[in-house]
């Protein structure tokens, strides 16, 4: 079981940090990547990071503001978001999938969490 958190609601230029906990499963052997999908479009990949967190991969509309991390220990991955903008605005969801490479298909993951809501106010 995937549980994302962290959402809630910035200004525009601001900042925040998601967090995505595991349960139930050796989270180490897990990539794990982020989407979000914003009102009346599709979920779109974000960023991902491989099992032992040695690749890591965004999007182009996120590349240099957001940055993910892993905690192994902790069964936890995290997006630092920065320099938010309004098109940032989306339920941003953590999913999971045990190839050892990240992938930026949604179908290629196996496991999905609940989705936590970022808003940014412009």
């Known amino acids: 079981q995937l549980q994302a958190s962290g959402g809630g609601l910035v200004q525009a230029g601001g900042s925040l940090r998601l967090s995505c906990a595991a349960s139930?499963?050796?989270?180490?052997?897990?990539?794990v990547g982020w989407f979000r999908q914003a009102p009346g479009k599709e979920r779109e990949f974000v960023a991902a990071i491989s099992r032992n967190a040695a690749t890591t991969g965004y999007s182009d509309a996120v590349k240099g503001r957001f940055f993910i991390s892993r905690d192994n220990a902790k069964n936890a991955v995290d997006l630092q978001m920065n320099s938010l903008k309004a098109e940032d605005t989306a339920v941003y969801y953590c999913?999971?999938?045990?190839?050892?490479?990240?992938?930026?298909?949604?179908?290629?993951?196996?496991?999905w969490g609940q989705g936590t809501l970022v808003t940014v106010s412009s």
């Open positions: 999913a999971a999938r045990r190839s050892p490479s990240y992938s930026g298909y949604t179908s290629s993951y196996d496991y």
């Open positions: 139930g499963r050796t989270f180490s052997s897990y990539t």
